[in-house]
């Protein structure tokens, strides 16, 4: 399974960015994570899409101001970011489990893509 992040970006704070997870090399729908680390913290969960359920989970941090969706023509997951603030400032990574579970955690996740800079000025 290989994940590619194709760009983050850099924006005015209130600005908008969507990042996307171009993912191949699986058969069966997988759940997929958005998680992010910003300097000096730990790595933490922003949003899951849960393919088989349908549903999304997302952290606190960016409830209500982000959507997370997946193309299955081209097998891409997105992570729509609104409001944006500088405390999104951060690394964004998307990750998929070898087996799909409903955790939120990192250490959960075994495939990991190179993760993509996020700058909000």
């Known amino acids: 399974v290989q994940l590619v992040e194709p760009r983050g970006g850099s924006v005015q704070a209130g600005e908008s960015l969507r990042l996307s997870c171009v993912a191949s090399g699986y058969t069966l729908p997988m759940n997929m994570g958005w998680f992010r680390r910003a300097p000096g913290k730990e790595r933490e969960g922003v949003a899951i899409?849960?393919?088989?359920?349908?549903?999304?989970w997302y952290s606190d941090s960016v409830k209500g101001r982000s959507a997370c969706s997946h193309d299955n023509d081209n097998n891409t997951t997105y992570l729509q970011m609104n409001s944006l603030k500088s405390e999104d400032t951060a690394m964004y990574y998307c990750?998929?489990?070898?087996?799909?579970?409903?955790?939120?955690?990192?250490?959960?996740?075994?495939?990991w893509g190179h993760g993509t800079q996020v700058t909000v000025s």
């Open positions: 899409i849960y393919r088989v359920l349908r549903s999304t």
């Open positions: 990750a998929a489990p070898r087996r799909n579970h409903c955790s939120t955690r990192a250490s959960d996740y075994d495939y």
